[in-house]
């Protein structure tokens, strides 16, 4: 007990991070995808858009130069998952950025401002959550051609609407603080009070908020890459890997297995890290009160 | 409790301006705006366009077409198709019980499961159950619902051969209930693995969070036995954030049921809302768009008056 009394805030978040195995194992299984999806151009052995008919369809193990195998085109499955790793990591991180900024200064403005702007501001919330977001994401993707850019921030404009409550929460109960009052006295300004003094206060629940957010984001990417409005062949993404896999699917299951258990890893990594970072740095957040 | 009803509909009429608000910024957002289908027709020449163009009433100044654009939608009057020229609210209705039906069963099925887990773990909390329940529910929650149903299709449709692939009927057995059932099967297991996950989590804290109040410990105090705590006492008041979340859970189910329907072949409205998308019939996907939307405000007005029917703190207070 006095040890964790004498433990520094940071000493015990880590504590508490680590008392988590699950987080562990989550936090692992990111890092690993993401130096896969860093180093993918080196670490792969074949270019992923390379065609070859006369080697299509190869079975997992069958050949050890194309160790998982080969698509209906005899692109190497192995390079392709983590090439394709590589785009649906890139749109979940932009889209999650997106996602947090917006949701953050919208949060913060409302709650630190309060009274009209923060009625009207939290209205838009309001109306925006009536909408199913892939009905809403389906509609603007289809208007506009589909790239990298334009899938991450369309999924980033659909899905900040929880991370701005959540924000304004954390404002609502941070503003009446003495270092804000403090703050206030020395004469700063709304904008410094919002940005230097509230921000940083509230960055807990945004980084716990953050995670999870991506993990939804890789997600929505291959939702929407399935139903072809997402990332455009012949670049590859595990959502389009999963469609193409489709229509071989009773005979050649690996094509889809492989893909979609990518992005199930890749999900459940960023889930049970973001719920990790959740119980160590707010025990009030937690799931179980 | 009329009050309450009342102030509770007088909330939800900004939500539905707000609604219409984006429905119709993003009408004119689509490409060539509302008139795309007549520019993209090589035998419509400009002349014919402007003269559309002035009985549409895309003339007049923004503010007038939104008003125009917003009474119509109130009298039923949602537009026509691009192809076939039908009422875009009567293609939309045609779909809904489809979609009802897979919605209503995954989420039948999804509230009796994951009350019962949630449940049970928050009463045995931190045994091996509820460590593998909630450890369940974010796998569950992690898995991409087609990539879930494509699996389901190989194992049961493909490999056992127990279950059809996809469709409400078999052909000529349309209306037949127990070739319904059969079709439903599937469908209903993969939108409620989602649903279950979610209701299995919330039921769990709300349980947790009533087990912890002061009332309980004295029903126990009184000699209660846990059967009558749990049932008199804990169980109405874990019900309030429960009836929440039905309301909260609509835009999910509607989206999930758009994921599901897609994989299945199902003809429900999210199938529609795909086909709409690929023939680019503008009028039926913003229909469509309005309709989930008006469709999760209603919802969440009903979920708020049931929690003001069981809790009078609710209807009395703020």
């Known amino acids: 007990m006095t040890a964790a009394l004498e433990a520094s805030p940071a000493q015990r978040v880590m504590a508490r991070?680590?008392?988590?195995?699950?987080?562990?194992?989550?936090?692992?299984?990111?890092?690993?995808?993401?130096?896969?999806?860093?180093?993918?151009?080196?670490?792969?052995?074949?270019?992923?858009?390379?065609?070859?008919?006369?080697?299509?369809?190869?079975?997992?193990?069958?050949?050890?130069?194309?160790?998982?195998?080969?698509?209906?085109?005899?692109?190497?499955?192995?390079s392709r998952l983590l090439h394709g790793g590589r785009i649906s990591l890139t749109v979940?991180?932009?889209?999650?950025?997106?996602?947090?900024?917006?949701?953050?200064?919208?949060?913060?403005?409302?709650?630190?401002?309060?009274?009209?702007a923060d009625t009207l501001l939290m209205r838009f919330v309001d109306t925006m959550l009536c909408f199913p977001q892939v009905f809403l994401l389906l509609v603007v993707a289809a208007f506009i051609p589909p790239t990298l850019l334009s899938i991450s921030l369309i999924i980033g404009l659909t899905s900040w609407m929880e991370v701005a409550r959540i924000v304004r929460a954390e404002i609502l109960h941070l503003k009446e603080q003495d270092f804000v009052t403090a703050a206030r006295a020395l004469g700063a300004s709304p904008f410094r009070i919002m940005a230097v003094e509230l921000a940083p206060n509230a960055l807990a629940p945004i980084l716990v908020a953050a995670t999870l957010k991506v993990a939804s984001a890789v997600l929505i990417e291959s939702y929407i890459s399935y139903l072809g409005y997402g990332v455009q062949p012949p670049l590859a993404s595990w959502g389009n890997m999963l469609t193409n896999a489709q229509g071989y699917f009773d005979t050649l299951p690996w094509l889809a297995i492989l893909p979609g258990a990518m992005i199930t890893i890749t999900v459940l990594g960023f889930n049970f890290l973001g719920d990790g970072l959740r119980d160590a740095l707010d025990p009030r957040l937690r799931m179980d009160p | 409790m009329i009050p309450y009803i009342l102030r509770r509909i007088a909330q939800a009429i900004p939500l539905l301006v707000g609604v219409s608000l984006i429905g119709f910024g993003l009408m004119h957002l689509a490409p060539g705006g509302p008139l795309a289908v007549y520019t993209l027709n090589p035998t419509i020449t400009a002349q014919d366009i402007e003269r559309i163009r002035i009985i549409f009433g895309l003339d007049q100044p923004i503010h007038v077409q939104y008003l125009k654009w917003a009474s119509g939608m109130f009298s039923g009057n949602w537009g026509y198709t691009f192809f076939g020229g039908r009422p875009v609210l009567d293609v939309i209705l045609e779909r809904l019980p489809a979609t009802l039906i897979l919605m209503g069963s995954a989420l039948s099925l999804a509230i009796v499961l994951g009350l019962s887990v949630g449940t049970l773990g928050a009463v045995r909390r931190y045994s091996v159950f509820d460590a593998l329940a909630t450890t369940g529910a974010v796998f569950a929650l992690s898995f991409p619902t087609f990539w879930f149903g494509l699996m389901a299709i190989y194992v049961f449709a493909v490999q056992l051969r127990w279950l059809p692939s996809g469709g409400m009927f078999e052909l000529g057995n349309e209306g037949d209930p127990l070739d319904l059932l059969r079709h439903l099967i599937l469908p209903t297991m993969v939108l409620a693995l989602v649903l279950t996950a979610q209701w299995s989590r919330y039921a769990r804290s709300a349980f947790l969070e009533v087990l912890g109040q002061d009332f309980l410990r004295t029903a126990r105090a009184k000699g209660l036995t846990q059967q009558q705590r749990l049932w008199r006492h804990a169980f109405p008041n874990a019900a309030k954030p429960l009836i929440a979340l039905l309301g909260i859970e609509l835009p999910l189910l509607f989206s999930g049921a758009l994921v599901t329907e897609t994989i299945f072949a199902w003809p429900g409205m999210g199938r529609l809302f795909v086909d709409a998308l690929t023939m680019k019939e503008y009028p039926i996907l913003m229909g469509m768009i309005m309709f989930t939307a008006i469709f999760v405000i209603v919802g969440n007005l009903l979920a708020d008056i049931a929690i003001a029917l069981i809790d009078p703190r609710v209807r009395m207070g703020a």
């Open chain 1, 92 to 116: 979940g991180l932009v889209a999650m950025a997106t996602t947090i900024l917006t949701g953050a200064v919208i949060g913060i403005l409302a709650g630190y401002l309060g009274g009209i």
């Open chain 1, 17 to 78: 991070f680590a008392r988590h195995r699950l987080a562990l194992w989550g936090g692992l299984a990111v890092m690993l995808l993401c130096a896969a999806a860093l180093f993918a151009p080196i670490v792969a052995p074949h270019d992923p858009v390379a065609l070859d008919t006369s080697r299509r369809f190869l079975a997992p193990f069958q050949d050890w130069r194309f160790v998982l195998g080969t698509d209906e085109l005899g692109r190497d499955t192995l």
